[in-house]
């Protein structure tokens, strides 16, 4: 079948997802605080994560320490690749009052949070304040209910909000025993709200979304994390075998398409209201065993670390950038403009500001920015990647897109290849080399390993499956293309890709 277009669909442009995303809302009414800025920055590099702090050494190493044996408990128990995943970022700032102004905002205002986990296809981003210096092992809580949202991060898509964060909190009480971890332990102030506060019907607990004042509200937000830890405390640990046992087909079943209260009581077996009063009285017994699972060797061996200070264009580059993760455009447009002043010859802030262009779908300012941050010799591959897939949109009509031909092929071709050369993981930038070969049409073996590789890497991206299986129809692999998007029609997923999966099965029919 000869097609002259092909049409590219996808997620949105910028593939960062909030797991404790807020309603986010773009403002410039927040000034910049750039005081940060004048502090002592320094990086902490360990095995699986660089941690940015201007907090003191002692603390940030013992963040360190702990999120690395978090990360090592967590690998012998469901396997190393449940940890693989690109690099991870921890912004550390020193104490909340820092953190503030770099928090998402809800209706205008720092939204109420003590610390959030963005989850993106180049790096993921756990934002947070160091512990007290005075502070026992509780004041990892938070830290590793935010990691928890990155190992479940193949779930995200199918879980319901009360699941993800219900989870991340039974994971939030880890301890380490010489041999063993302990989870799902007791936490104190979510059962003195719940002994105060009445349930919510599990029909509301499930119909929670990340923009859902129960979500966001600060009066209200306690019940909503109180009640879907209870929950999740339960399945996973608590007195009723049966219960515990048919936890996992819950997941099974939220995959196959099923809704979250249809997928819960099928499951489970059980009906809401029965479930409900499952939960009052195990709330009512308050007895809550933790949940002990054994593990090879010492998790208390000591970590390997280096650090390095970080200089202040970098500095200005990091808050600008984590700004930009969060939607707060105008903030991270100003710390990269401030970057700029300091250092104009560094590519840092060029590919700062082409980012918040790319963010905000202001075509014409993304390649003169990039194009400034390369000649200055930027190392970013997001960088070479955001460029070529500026430099192809250019050449498309709307969102069909056909072959090019003379320089701007050879370059888009290259820059996605040194994309991949920076950062062989990036599944965004083996999707679209594999789109644009199979609309070149010079090399069909490689564009379909190109997007089985974005597939691999990414599998909970839901429009990598479209364009593989545009391929399949392209190279009259019909059955197969049908088989590749079947996923796409079940119910839970993007209502406009599901009906683009409906239309292309239509179109090619016949």
Sequence with gaps: MTMAFVTKRSCRAWPWLGVLGMLVVRTSAQVPDFSLVQQRWFETRTAHFHIYSCGTPQAVFKLAGRLEQFCKAYGQLAGTQAIDSPPIAVMAFPDHASLTPFLPLYEGQPANLAAFFMRGSDENLIVLSLPEADAGDNDMAVIFHEYTHLLFRHNSRFWPVWLQEGMAEVYSTFTTREGAVTIAGPIPHHLELLQQTPLMPLSELFAVKHDSPQYNESSRQGIFYAESWLL???????????????????????????????????????????????????????????????????????????????????????????????????????????????????????????????????????????????????????????????????????????????????????????????????????????????????????????????????????????????????????????????????????????????????????
């Excluded at 991949?420 to 594999?434: F, I, R, V």
Aim: zero cysteines; hydrophobic letters at 40%; glycine letters at 6%.
């Design 232 to 510: 999740a405390e339960f399945l996973a640990a608590g007195d009723q075998p049966a219960l515990r046992a048919r936890f996992g087909q819950y997941t099974v079943r939220l995959r196959q398409g099923e809704n979250a209260e249809e997928a819960f009581t099928n499951a489970l077996r059980i009906s809401l209201p029965g479930m409900e009063a499952q939960l009052r009285r195990y709330l009512a017994d308050g007895v809550f065993p933790p949940l002990q699972l054994r593990v090879a060797g010492s998790l208390g061996a000591p970590v390997s670390f280096t650090t390095r200070p970080v200089t202040p264009v970098e500095i200005y580059f990091r808050l600008g950038d984590e700004l930009l993760r969060i939607d707060r455009l105008d903030a991270a447009g100003a710390f990269f403009d401030a970057a700029l002043k300091l250092a104009p010859a560094s590519p840092l802030p060029y590919e700062g500001k082409g980012m918040v262009a790319a963010q905000a779908e202001n075509s014409a300012e993304v390649l003169p920015e990039l194009t400034a941050a390369l000649q200055r010799g930027s190392k970013s591959f997001l960088a070479y990647f955001i460029y070529a897939r500026e430099r192809y949109r250019q050449t498309a009509e709307g969102d069909k897109y056909g072959p090019i031909k003379g320089d701007t092929a050879a370059e888009v071709y290259n820059d996605l290849q040194k994309s991949l050369s920076l950062m062989p993981q990036y599944a965004p930038a083996h999707e679209l080399l594999g789109f644009f070969e199979m609309v070149q049409g010079n090399d069909p073996e490689d564009a379909e390993k190109q997007l089985q590789w974005a597939i691999q890497l990414e599998p909970e991206n839901d429009s990598y499956l479209f364009t593989l299986a545009q391929f399949q129809f392209r190279t009259g692999a019909s059955e197969a293309a049908r088989q590749t998007l079947e996923p796409l029609l079940k119910p839970n997923v993007d209502a406009e890709l599901r009906e683009h999966a409906q239309t292309l099965i239509q179109e090619n029919s016949h």
